[in-house]
């Protein structure tokens, strides 16, 4: 059962318990399903509109669903449309009137996210752990972003917790069976990144087709996969999901994700090796953050002419173009 059908049953029990003489309850009824409705109708202007006159009055707002549905759906709203620097705004200002509202930290931590600003989504998703231990989504969020910062030993913990928080819910609650599943098809798809950045891209494989299983319009899971052919140098493979990626919708890809997977970066060339510090400067080159780690550690730090790892570097932007950026975002929505 979905939040918006837990409001629409609680607001008919309201009506039912006033013999059908809550006015005030019938109108947000009402207005809950008008805003459903757009929403459902990609109408995302028109219920931000509605959202932002709803929440001026957040005061007279007495049930923290209700409060919930109305600010998870302004995030939608504004991710939706590239809006990030608008809901940046609206929840930093928000926050600090209703600091206990949990899904308006979410929100500001998912527009950090997608505008890039990685650390500081980190930052809010812990904050909104603080306010509610093992909450699913922060959990999946920053589980998410640490595996696109490489960081992956911290997202498949992030990650774990989330399934094991997935499953204990799924038992108490299992009417909500379909809203688990996206979640869990987001987790996944974070744990196939941290898994290629680990260096296992057959256990990235499995999670990638685990998360497609469950929730097959999801475009950030090929987007990724897409990347990972690209570092296996799999250009027709590559190709074929950057294009399901950008025919995706549920979600969609962000802006810069747009953007890379209609111009994904050539991965055809590669520089000429002949030293351990020039192949870091490769691998650094490509943010395979995972193998550098691995090569860092067996020639060891001694080892390592830092000047030379520099000059590497911009030498191998110089030969192969200086569009390759780090593999980056695109793990799934909160």
């Not at 995706?248 to 510090?277: F, Y």
Request: aromatic share 8%.
């Amino acid at each position: 059962m979905t939040v918006l059908q837990d409001i629409l049953r609680w607001f008919r029990q309201k009506s039912s318990q006033n013999d059908g003489a809550d006015l005030a309850g019938v109108a947000a009824y009402k207005f809950v399903y008008e805003v459903h409705s757009e929403l459902v109708g990609k109408k995302y202007d028109k219920a931000r509109d509605l959202l932002l006159r709803a929440m001026k009055h957040r005061d007279k707002i007495e049930d923290p669903a209700i409060a919930d549905y109305f600010l998870q759906s302004l995030e939608l709203t504004w991710l939706f449309t590239d809006k990030y620097e608008e809901a940046i705004s609206f929840f930093s200002e928000y926050i600090k009137q209703y600091p206990q509202d949990l899904a308006a930290t979410r929100g500001h931590a998912a527009a950090l996210w997608y505008s890039g600003k990685l650390q500081d989504a980190i930052h809010e998703c812990s904050h909104a752990l603080e306010l509610k231990p093992n909450d699913i989504l922060s959990l999946s969020g920053r589980g998410q972003i640490l595996a696109e910062l490489g960081e992956s030993a911290r997202a498949m913990d992030d990650l774990n917790h989330a399934l094991e928080a997935i499953e204990a819910a799924g038992q108490v609650i299992p009417t909500s069976t379909e809203w688990y599943a996206d979640i869990e098809a987001f987790v996944r798809n974070g744990r196939g990144v941290a898994s290629a950045a680990l260096g296992d891209d057959a256990s990235a494989m499995r999670e990638f087709e685990s998360s497609i299983a469950l929730c097959p319009e999801n475009a950030w899971v090929y987007y990724n996969r897409a990347r990972v052919y690209d570092d296996a140098r799999n250009g027709e493979k590559a190709r074929l999901d950057y294009q399901t990626a950008l025919a995706k919708d549920g979600p969609a890809l962000n802006l810069a994700q747009r953007e890379r997977a209609k111009s994904p970066a050539p991965r055809d060339s590669k520089p000429i090796i002949d030293t351990p510090q020039l192949h870091l400067c490769y691998l650094v080159a490509h943010a395979d953050t995972g193998t550098a780690k691995r090569v860092h550690a067996a020639i060891g730090p001694t080892s390592i002419d830092w000047s030379a790892v520099l000059q590497g570097i911009a030498t191998w932007l110089r030969v192969a173009g200086a569009d390759r950026e780090p593999r980056q975002r695109a793990c799934g929505s909160l």
